[in-house]
């Protein structure tokens, strides 16, 4: 199956994809966390990506459609896969679509939308900090780690994201609201579409996720493995 999570910079992907992946036995694949270790390595996508990140701006259609197909072709998704950050133009929107008919011959399952007001989004931003191993993103203030600036999961020394800055933050969402929205939509027109209320807490906002799922897939066996109460995997 592969899920798509759509919403605003800091709306929540990436929180909402750590713990759906803990439950799920889906890969989790997010076109940023993809960029930025390219950057860390220092590869030709990484260089190409770095200008762009920074100004906030979407690197170039071509470039990421290769990078997330190739991505998609690893045995670790072969199965299936919940793309964050990924498609974020129509144009991505179309290529992912075409791709995965002519590849693995299967379709986007259901699109996970997580609505929050542009205000809530950059207080996000502005007190998000990341785990560099693991990318699990904290909240200063919101979603605190038990131990002030260690991850919970591998006690790396968390970081923030330079392009969280206030400037670039505001930019990266004058584009997401300019490109991405209209994939709202899109998806819609096509009945995919899940809209999620992301101003809760982020315990509730998973709740919503796995209920609107659950209402799609009312089987017993399926419901508890979505609820994490099997060990069995949902990809089909
Ligand atoms: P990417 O890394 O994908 O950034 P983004 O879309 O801007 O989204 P974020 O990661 O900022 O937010 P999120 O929704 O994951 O929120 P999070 O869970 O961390 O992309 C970076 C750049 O790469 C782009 O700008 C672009 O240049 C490039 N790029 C990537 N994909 C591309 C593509 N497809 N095409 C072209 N270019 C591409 O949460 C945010 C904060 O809120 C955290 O502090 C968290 O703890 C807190 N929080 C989460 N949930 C809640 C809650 N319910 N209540 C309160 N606080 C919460
Ligand atoms: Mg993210």
Redesign the pocket.
């Given at each position: 199956m592969y899920l798509i999570l759509l919403?605003?910079?800091?709306?929540?992907?990436?929180?909402?994809?750590h713990i759906l992946t803990s439950r799920i036995q889906i890969a989790h694949v997010?076109?940023?966390?993809l960029?930025?270790e390219n950057i860390k390595k220092g590869t030709p996508i990484g260089i190409e990506?770095k200008g762009?990140?920074d100004r906030?701006?979407?690197?170039?259609?071509e470039t990421?459609i290769e990078m997330?197909m190739n991505h998609l072709n690893t045995p670790a998704c072969r199965n299936g896969a919940l793309l964050?950050?990924?498609?974020?133009?129509i144009f991505?929107a179309d290529s992912l679509n075409n791709a995965l008919h002519e590849r693995f011959n299967k379709g986007i399952g259901r699109i996970i939308y997580?609505k929050v007001d542009t205000d809530?989004l950059l207080q996000?931003?502005s007190?998000?900090?990341?785990c560099p191993v693991c990318q699990t993103?904290?909240?200063e203030l919101?979603?605190p780690p038990k131990i002030k600036g260690i991850c919970d999961h591998d006690a790396a020394a968390l970081y923030q994201?330079d392009?969280?800055k206030r400037s670039t933050a505001e930019r990266?969402l004058q584009?997401?609201f300019n490109q991405t929205m209209p994939l709202i939509e899109y998806y819609k027109k096509q009945g995919l579409l899940l809209e999620i209320n992301?101003?809760?807490?982020?315990e509730n906002?998973t709740n919503d996720i796995i209920e609107a799922l659950n209402v799609l897939s009312m089987d017993k066996e399926k419901k508890d493995i979505i609820l994490g109460e099997t060990e069995e995997s949902l990809v089909a």
């Open positions: 919403g605003a910079p800091g709306a929540g992907k990436g929180t909402q994809a997010s076109s940023g966390d960029f930025r990506a762009y990140i906030g701006e979407l690197v170039p259609d990421v997330i964050d950050g990924f498609p974020r133009t991505q997580v809530a996000r931003l007190g998000r900090w990341i993103p904290y909240h919101n979603n994201r392009d969280d990266r584009v997401y992301g101003q809760q807490s982020v906002v």
